[in-house]
Protein backbone atom coordinates (compact mmCIF):
# COMPACT_ATOMS: atom_id res chain seq x y z
CA UNK A 1 0.00 0.00 0.00
CA UNK A 2 1.07 3.51 -0.45
CA UNK A 3 0.31 6.53 1.67
CA UNK A 4 -1.35 9.72 0.34
CA UNK A 5 0.61 12.67 0.88
CA UNK A 6 1.96 11.94 4.36
CA UNK A 7 -1.44 11.19 5.56
CA UNK A 8 -0.78 7.48 5.71
CA UNK A 9 -4.87 7.18 4.49
CA UNK A 10 -4.25 3.44 4.03
CA UNK A 11 -1.28 2.54 6.36
CA UNK A 12 -0.03 3.28 9.91
CA UNK A 13 1.66 6.25 10.75
CA UNK A 14 5.12 5.21 10.93
CA UNK A 15 6.72 6.63 14.83
CA UNK A 16 9.13 8.55 12.66
CA UNK A 17 6.36 10.82 11.80
CA UNK A 18 4.47 10.92 15.31
CA UNK A 19 4.27 14.46 17.17
CA UNK A 20 4.67 15.56 20.73
CA UNK A 21 2.17 15.87 23.73
CA UNK A 22 1.85 19.76 23.29
CA UNK A 23 0.86 19.32 19.61
CA UNK A 24 -1.21 16.74 19.84
CA UNK A 25 -3.34 18.70 22.75
CA UNK A 26 -3.84 21.67 20.45
CA UNK A 27 -5.07 19.37 17.51
CA UNK A 28 -7.56 17.86 19.88
CA UNK A 29 -8.64 20.96 21.43
CA UNK A 30 -9.12 22.59 18.46
CA UNK A 31 -11.13 19.71 17.66
CA UNK A 32 -13.73 19.99 20.88
CA UNK A 33 -13.20 24.11 20.58
CA UNK A 34 -16.12 24.26 18.60
CA UNK A 35 -19.53 26.71 18.39
CA UNK A 36 -21.88 23.32 17.71
CA UNK A 37 -21.21 22.71 21.04
CA UNK A 38 -22.15 25.87 22.10
CA UNK A 39 -25.44 25.67 20.56
CA UNK A 40 -25.94 22.41 22.21
CA UNK A 41 -24.99 23.33 25.82
CA UNK A 42 -27.00 26.53 25.21
CA UNK A 43 -29.95 23.68 24.66
CA UNK A 44 -28.73 22.67 27.77
CA UNK A 45 -28.48 26.01 29.67
CA UNK A 46 -32.47 26.44 28.30
CA UNK A 47 -33.98 23.43 29.77
CA UNK A 48 -31.71 22.71 32.92
CA UNK A 49 -30.60 23.89 36.44
CA UNK A 50 -27.66 25.25 36.68
CA UNK A 51 -26.87 22.46 38.74
CA UNK A 52 -28.80 19.97 36.49
CA UNK A 53 -26.62 21.34 33.70
CA UNK A 54 -23.01 20.61 35.39
CA UNK A 55 -23.96 17.42 36.36
CA UNK A 56 -24.84 16.69 32.97
CA UNK A 57 -21.65 17.84 31.19
CA UNK A 58 -19.58 16.24 33.89
CA UNK A 59 -21.65 12.67 33.18
CA UNK A 60 -21.43 13.37 29.62
CA UNK A 61 -17.84 13.65 29.08
CA UNK A 62 -16.64 11.15 31.38
CA UNK A 63 -18.51 8.85 29.47
CA UNK A 64 -16.85 10.51 25.63
CA UNK A 65 -13.36 10.62 27.64
CA UNK A 66 -13.35 7.11 28.68
CA UNK A 67 -14.47 5.99 25.15
CA UNK A 68 -12.17 8.06 23.27
CA UNK A 69 -8.84 7.53 25.10
CA UNK A 70 -9.63 3.92 24.80
CA UNK A 71 -9.60 4.60 21.31
CA UNK A 72 -6.51 7.02 21.48
CA UNK A 73 -4.94 4.45 23.11
CA UNK A 74 -5.69 1.76 20.32
CA UNK A 75 -4.47 4.17 17.74
CA UNK A 76 -1.60 5.35 19.65
CA UNK A 77 -0.46 1.46 19.49
CA UNK A 78 -1.19 0.55 16.30
CA UNK A 79 -1.15 3.85 14.30
CA UNK A 80 -4.15 3.56 12.60
CA UNK A 81 -7.03 5.49 11.82
CA UNK A 82 -10.48 4.73 12.78
CA UNK A 83 -11.32 3.42 9.22
CA UNK A 84 -8.27 1.41 9.24
CA UNK A 85 -8.82 -0.51 12.65
CA UNK A 86 -12.55 -0.77 11.32
CA UNK A 87 -11.30 -3.40 8.96
CA UNK A 88 -10.32 -6.18 11.82
CA UNK A 89 -13.96 -5.71 13.45
CA UNK A 90 -16.26 -5.35 10.35
CA UNK A 91 -14.07 -7.03 7.19
CA UNK A 92 -12.48 -4.80 4.64
CA UNK A 93 -15.74 -4.43 2.64
CA UNK A 94 -18.04 -4.58 5.87
CA UNK A 95 -15.81 -1.14 7.08
CA UNK A 96 -17.33 0.58 4.11
CA UNK A 97 -20.31 0.72 6.43
CA UNK A 98 -18.29 2.56 9.30
CA UNK A 99 -16.17 5.05 6.89
CA UNK A 100 -19.25 5.99 4.94
CA UNK A 101 -21.19 6.59 7.78
CA UNK A 102 -18.44 8.66 9.86
CA UNK A 103 -17.06 10.64 6.67
CA UNK A 104 -21.08 11.32 6.51
CA UNK A 105 -21.70 12.48 9.42
CA UNK A 106 -18.36 15.11 9.23
CA UNK A 107 -19.54 16.02 6.27
CA UNK A 108 -22.43 17.49 7.49
CA UNK A 109 -21.01 18.74 10.35
CA UNK A 110 -18.82 20.93 8.32
CA UNK A 111 -21.64 22.07 6.33
CA UNK A 112 -23.57 23.30 9.67
CA UNK A 113 -20.16 24.55 10.58
CA UNK A 114 -19.93 26.70 7.12
CA UNK A 115 -23.60 28.30 8.05
CA UNK A 116 -22.93 29.52 11.57
CA UNK A 117 -19.58 31.37 10.44
CA UNK A 118 -21.82 32.79 7.14
CA UNK A 119 -24.83 34.17 9.73
CA UNK A 120 -23.57 36.60 11.62
CA UNK A 121 -21.08 37.75 9.01
CA UNK A 122 -24.75 38.45 6.96
CA UNK A 123 -26.05 39.89 9.90
CA UNK A 124 -23.62 42.64 10.42
CA UNK A 125 -22.16 43.11 6.66
CA UNK A 126 -25.34 42.59 4.51
CA UNK A 127 -23.82 40.41 2.36
CA UNK A 128 -25.61 37.95 0.49
CA UNK A 129 -25.52 34.39 2.61
CA UNK A 130 -25.30 32.65 -0.89
CA UNK A 131 -21.53 34.55 -1.48
CA UNK A 132 -20.47 34.01 1.89
CA UNK A 133 -21.17 30.17 2.54
CA UNK A 134 -19.55 29.75 -0.87
CA UNK A 135 -16.63 31.47 0.08
CA UNK A 136 -15.87 30.19 3.91
CA UNK A 137 -16.73 27.08 2.03
CA UNK A 138 -13.87 27.01 -0.28
CA UNK A 139 -11.10 29.02 2.60
CA UNK A 140 -12.34 26.24 4.95
CA UNK A 141 -11.56 23.48 2.46
CA UNK A 142 -8.12 24.75 1.02
CA UNK A 143 -7.11 24.79 4.27
CA UNK A 144 -8.33 20.95 5.22
CA UNK A 145 -6.21 20.02 2.23
CA UNK A 146 -2.78 20.56 3.58
CA UNK A 147 -3.76 17.99 6.42
CA UNK A 148 -2.36 17.73 9.61
CA UNK A 149 0.14 20.35 10.01
CA UNK A 150 -2.35 23.22 8.77
CA UNK A 151 -4.78 21.47 11.48
CA UNK A 152 -1.86 21.95 14.07
CA UNK A 153 -1.07 25.54 13.32
CA UNK A 154 -4.43 27.10 13.43
CA UNK A 155 -5.53 25.08 16.47
CA UNK A 156 -2.35 27.03 18.06
CA UNK A 157 -4.18 30.34 17.00
CA UNK A 158 -7.80 29.14 17.87
CA UNK A 159 -7.92 27.92 20.95
CA UNK A 160 -6.88 30.69 23.38
CA UNK A 161 -8.31 33.18 21.39
CA UNK A 162 -11.75 31.37 21.64
CA UNK A 163 -10.92 30.49 25.40
CA UNK A 164 -10.11 34.42 26.33
CA UNK A 165 -13.70 35.46 24.75
CA UNK A 166 -16.04 32.82 25.94
CA UNK A 167 -14.64 33.43 28.80
CA UNK A 168 -15.29 37.44 28.68
CA UNK A 169 -18.84 36.26 27.58
CA UNK A 170 -19.75 34.31 30.53
CA UNK A 171 -18.48 36.64 32.63
CA UNK A 172 -20.90 39.35 31.49
CA UNK A 173 -23.85 36.87 30.79
CA UNK A 174 -23.12 36.16 34.77
CA UNK A 175 -23.14 39.99 35.45
CA UNK A 176 -26.23 40.68 33.74
CA UNK A 177 -27.96 37.62 35.53
CA UNK A 178 -27.13 39.46 39.17
CA UNK A 179 -23.75 37.48 40.09
CA UNK A 180 -22.83 33.57 40.83
CA UNK A 181 -25.59 33.47 43.12
CA UNK A 182 -28.20 34.64 40.71
CA UNK A 183 -26.92 31.88 38.15
CA UNK A 184 -26.84 29.10 40.85
CA UNK A 185 -30.94 29.73 41.23
CA UNK A 186 -31.94 29.74 37.34
CA UNK A 187 -34.84 27.66 36.89
CA UNK A 188 -35.81 26.86 33.16
CA UNK A 189 -39.33 28.04 31.60
CA UNK A 190 -39.60 24.56 29.92
CA UNK A 191 -37.64 21.97 31.61
CA UNK A 192 -35.75 19.15 29.44
CA UNK A 193 -34.90 16.06 30.94
CA UNK A 194 -32.09 14.30 32.12
CA UNK A 195 -31.95 11.74 29.50
CA UNK A 196 -32.23 13.85 26.49
CA UNK A 197 -29.59 16.04 27.90
CA UNK A 198 -27.16 13.30 28.29
CA UNK A 199 -27.81 12.59 25.08
CA UNK A 200 -27.72 15.69 23.45
CA UNK A 201 -24.34 16.43 25.50
CA UNK A 202 -22.62 12.82 24.49
CA UNK A 203 -24.15 12.32 20.55
CA UNK A 204 -23.34 16.49 20.13
CA UNK A 205 -19.56 15.09 19.90
CA UNK A 206 -19.71 11.27 19.81
CA UNK A 207 -19.30 11.19 15.61
CA UNK A 208 -15.54 13.34 16.03
CA UNK A 209 -15.15 11.14 19.25
CA UNK A 210 -15.52 8.35 17.29
CA UNK A 211 -12.93 9.77 14.60
CA UNK A 212 -10.26 10.32 17.55
CA UNK A 213 -7.80 7.11 16.47
CA UNK A 214 -7.93 9.61 12.78
CA UNK A 215 -5.76 12.23 14.59
CA UNK A 216 -4.09 10.64 17.81
CA UNK A 217 -2.66 8.01 15.76
CA UNK A 218 0.20 10.79 15.11
CA UNK A 219 1.59 10.75 18.72
CA UNK A 220 4.80 9.36 20.08
CA UNK A 221 3.54 7.59 23.20
CA UNK A 222 0.16 5.99 23.92
CA UNK A 223 0.17 7.47 27.21
CA UNK A 224 0.54 11.13 25.61
CA UNK A 225 -2.32 9.97 23.10
CA UNK A 226 -4.98 9.16 25.88
CA UNK A 227 -3.70 12.27 28.37
CA UNK A 228 -4.30 14.90 25.15
CA UNK A 229 -7.87 13.32 24.21
CA UNK A 230 -8.88 12.73 28.01
CA UNK A 231 -8.31 16.45 28.71
CA UNK A 232 -9.26 17.47 25.38
CA UNK A 233 -12.63 16.19 26.01
CA UNK A 234 -12.75 17.31 29.88
CA UNK A 235 -11.26 20.57 29.48
CA UNK A 236 -12.24 21.98 25.27
CA UNK A 237 -15.87 20.32 25.18
CA UNK A 238 -17.05 20.96 28.90
CA UNK A 239 -15.97 24.65 28.23
CA UNK A 240 -17.74 25.17 24.85
CA UNK A 241 -20.55 24.01 26.62
CA UNK A 242 -20.14 25.86 30.13
CA UNK A 243 -19.88 29.25 26.94
CA UNK A 244 -23.19 28.16 25.58
CA UNK A 245 -25.60 27.59 28.41
CA UNK A 246 -24.73 30.65 30.68
CA UNK A 247 -25.51 32.63 27.69
CA UNK A 248 -28.82 30.75 26.95
CA UNK A 249 -29.12 31.43 30.94
CA UNK A 250 -29.15 34.65 30.45
CA UNK A 251 -30.35 35.56 27.18
CA UNK A 252 -33.01 32.59 26.81
CA UNK A 253 -31.39 32.53 23.35
CA UNK A 254 -29.16 29.38 22.59
CA UNK A 255 -27.69 30.69 19.28
CA UNK A 256 -24.64 31.64 20.37
CA UNK A 257 -23.48 33.96 17.68
CA UNK A 258 -27.17 36.09 18.48
CA UNK A 259 -25.70 35.97 22.73
CA UNK A 260 -22.92 37.71 21.77
CA UNK A 261 -24.24 39.94 19.48
CA UNK A 262 -26.19 41.41 22.38
CA UNK A 263 -23.60 41.42 24.89
CA UNK A 264 -21.82 44.03 21.97
CA UNK A 265 -19.43 41.62 21.07
CA UNK A 266 -20.02 41.35 17.35
CA UNK A 267 -16.43 42.18 15.53
CA UNK A 268 -14.81 39.59 18.21
CA UNK A 269 -17.26 36.89 17.73
CA UNK A 270 -17.34 37.51 14.09
CA UNK A 271 -13.44 36.91 14.39
CA UNK A 272 -12.83 34.22 16.91
CA UNK A 273 -15.89 32.02 16.16
CA UNK A 274 -14.84 32.58 12.71
CA UNK A 275 -11.29 31.15 13.21
CA UNK A 276 -12.91 28.57 16.01
CA UNK A 277 -15.38 27.10 13.60
CA UNK A 278 -13.06 27.00 10.83
CA UNK A 279 -10.60 24.47 13.01
CA UNK A 280 -13.04 22.30 13.61
CA UNK A 281 -14.23 21.98 10.09
CA UNK A 282 -10.81 21.16 8.72
CA UNK A 283 -10.59 18.02 11.14
CA UNK A 284 -14.17 17.18 9.82
CA UNK A 285 -12.90 17.65 5.99
CA UNK A 286 -9.64 15.62 7.14
CA UNK A 287 -11.43 12.92 8.89
CA UNK A 288 -14.42 12.33 5.98
CA UNK A 289 -11.44 12.85 3.46
CA UNK A 290 -9.46 9.36 5.70
CA UNK A 291 -12.93 7.68 5.17
CA UNK A 292 -13.60 7.71 1.72
CA UNK A 293 -10.22 7.72 0.70
CA UNK A 294 -10.60 4.34 2.92
CA UNK A 295 -13.04 3.44 0.48
CA UNK A 296 -12.28 4.41 -2.60
CA UNK A 297 -8.69 4.39 -2.61
CA UNK A 298 -8.53 7.93 -3.91
CA UNK A 299 -5.97 10.13 -2.43
CA UNK A 300 -6.69 11.71 0.48
CA UNK A 301 -6.54 15.01 -0.66
CA UNK A 302 -8.83 14.97 -3.77
CA UNK A 303 -11.87 13.47 -1.69
CA UNK A 304 -11.06 16.47 0.39
CA UNK A 305 -12.00 18.59 -2.06
CA UNK A 306 -15.33 16.98 -3.08
CA UNK A 307 -16.26 16.56 0.55
CA UNK A 308 -15.83 20.37 0.64
CA UNK A 309 -17.77 21.21 -1.76
CA UNK A 310 -20.77 18.63 -0.59
CA UNK A 311 -20.96 20.07 2.57
CA UNK A 312 -20.88 23.20 0.83
CA UNK A 313 -23.98 23.14 -1.09
CA UNK A 314 -25.97 21.34 1.54
CA UNK A 315 -25.00 23.29 4.55
CA UNK A 316 -28.20 25.38 4.60
CA UNK A 317 -30.08 21.73 5.10
CA UNK A 318 -27.90 20.53 7.30
CA UNK A 319 -28.12 23.84 9.79
CA UNK A 320 -31.42 23.86 9.31
CA UNK A 321 -31.85 20.14 10.44
CA UNK A 322 -29.89 20.53 13.23
CA UNK A 323 -31.46 18.49 16.19
CA UNK A 324 -32.79 15.36 13.91
CA UNK A 325 -28.90 15.38 13.02
CA UNK A 326 -27.74 15.26 16.71
CA UNK A 327 -30.44 12.21 17.22
CA UNK A 328 -29.10 10.24 14.50
CA UNK A 329 -25.45 10.73 15.36
CA UNK A 330 -26.74 9.45 19.12
CA UNK A 331 -27.47 6.13 17.52
CA UNK A 332 -25.60 5.42 14.61
CA UNK A 333 -22.10 6.58 15.52
CA UNK A 334 -21.35 4.62 19.06
CA UNK A 335 -21.52 1.22 18.14
CA UNK A 336 -18.61 1.83 15.48
CA UNK A 337 -16.03 3.06 17.83
CA UNK A 338 -17.77 0.30 20.96
CA UNK A 339 -16.70 -2.69 18.60
CA UNK A 340 -13.58 -1.32 17.06
CA UNK A 341 -12.33 -1.36 21.25
CA UNK A 342 -14.04 -4.54 22.34
CA UNK A 343 -12.68 -6.13 19.46
CA UNK A 344 -9.20 -4.89 19.70
CA UNK A 345 -9.42 -6.22 23.95
CA UNK A 346 -10.80 -9.35 22.60
CA UNK A 347 -8.79 -10.49 19.82
CA UNK A 348 -6.04 -8.09 18.94
CA UNK A 349 -4.50 -6.75 22.24
CA UNK A 350 -1.97 -9.24 22.21
CA UNK A 351 -0.64 -9.56 18.58
CA UNK A 352 1.92 -6.99 16.99
CA UNK A 353 1.65 -8.22 13.15
CA UNK A 354 1.57 -4.99 11.01
CA UNK A 355 -1.44 -3.94 9.36
CA UNK A 356 0.47 -4.44 5.73
CA UNK A 357 0.97 -8.12 6.08
CA UNK A 358 -2.82 -8.73 7.19
CA UNK A 359 -5.54 -10.02 5.05
CA UNK A 360 -9.43 -9.65 5.86
CA UNK A 361 -12.40 -10.87 5.49
CA UNK A 362 -14.60 -9.16 2.86
CA UNK A 363 -17.43 -9.04 5.65
CA UNK A 364 -17.16 -9.86 9.31
CA UNK A 365 -20.62 -9.96 10.14
CA UNK A 366 -20.47 -10.47 13.69
CA UNK A 367 -19.52 -6.71 13.79
CA UNK A 368 -22.45 -5.60 11.80
CA UNK A 369 -24.90 -7.41 13.52
CA UNK A 370 -23.75 -6.21 16.43
CA UNK A 371 -23.65 -2.62 15.50
CA UNK A 372 -27.44 -3.25 13.96
CA UNK A 373 -28.16 -4.34 17.54
CA UNK A 374 -26.52 -0.73 19.03
CA UNK A 375 -28.56 0.92 16.88
CA UNK A 376 -31.86 -0.48 17.92
CA UNK A 377 -31.17 -0.25 21.29
CA UNK A 378 -30.31 2.99 20.73
CA UNK A 379 -33.94 3.62 19.51
CA UNK A 380 -36.06 1.41 21.24
CA UNK A 381 -34.62 0.72 24.58
CA UNK A 382 -35.14 3.66 27.56
CA UNK A 383 -32.52 5.43 28.70
CA UNK A 384 -29.23 7.06 27.43
CA UNK A 385 -29.16 6.97 23.58
CA UNK A 386 -25.58 6.90 22.90
CA UNK A 387 -24.65 4.29 26.17
CA UNK A 388 -27.65 1.87 25.20
CA UNK A 389 -25.95 1.61 22.14
CA UNK A 390 -22.54 1.36 22.91
CA UNK A 391 -22.86 -1.50 25.64
CA UNK A 392 -25.82 -3.31 23.58
CA UNK A 393 -23.60 -3.15 21.14
CA UNK A 394 -20.53 -4.75 23.00
CA UNK A 395 -22.53 -7.31 24.57
CA UNK A 396 -23.72 -8.91 20.74
CA UNK A 397 -20.10 -8.48 19.87
CA UNK A 398 -18.68 -10.52 22.55
CA UNK A 399 -21.31 -13.47 22.73
CA UNK A 400 -21.47 -13.45 19.17
CA UNK A 401 -17.81 -13.08 18.14
CA UNK A 402 -17.07 -16.08 20.73
CA UNK A 403 -20.13 -18.16 20.00
CA UNK A 404 -21.14 -17.72 16.40
CA UNK A 405 -18.15 -17.68 14.72
CA UNK A 406 -15.27 -20.41 14.06
CA UNK A 407 -12.18 -19.97 15.80
CA UNK A 408 -10.33 -19.94 12.51
CA UNK A 409 -12.75 -17.64 11.27
CA UNK A 410 -12.79 -15.73 14.84
CA UNK A 411 -8.85 -14.73 14.51
CA UNK A 412 -6.80 -12.56 12.26
CA UNK A 413 -3.35 -14.63 13.14
CA UNK A 414 -0.39 -12.50 10.50
CA UNK A 415 -0.27 -13.59 7.53
CA UNK A 416 -3.69 -15.35 7.35
CA UNK A 417 -6.90 -14.90 6.08
CA UNK A 418 -9.27 -13.29 8.86
Partial sequence: MKTTHGDFALTAVPQSERQGFWKMLMVMMGLTFFSASMWSGGTLGAGLTFVQFMAVVLAGNLILGAYTGGLAYVSAKTGLSTHLLSRYAFGEKGSYLASLLLGGTQVGWFGVGVVMFALPVQKVT??????????????????????????????????????????????????????????????????????????????????????????????????????????????????????GAIGAMATGNADISEVMFTQGLIIPAILVLGLNI???????????????????????????????????????????????WLTMLGSAIPPIGAIILIDYYLNRRERTAAFEQQSFKKVRWTGIIAWAAGVAAAQWVPGIAPVNAVIASVLIYTLTSKFAEQPAQNKIEEGEVA
Fill in 126 to 243: GIDMVWLIAGSGILMTATAFFGMKALMLLSFIAVPMITILGSFSVFKATESMGGFEQLLQHNPSESLGLAAALTICIGSFISAGTLTPDFTRFSKTKKSAVTSTVIAFFVGNSLMFLF
Fill in 278 to 324: WTTNDNALYASGLGFSSITKISKNKVVIFNGVLGTLTAMWLYNNFVG
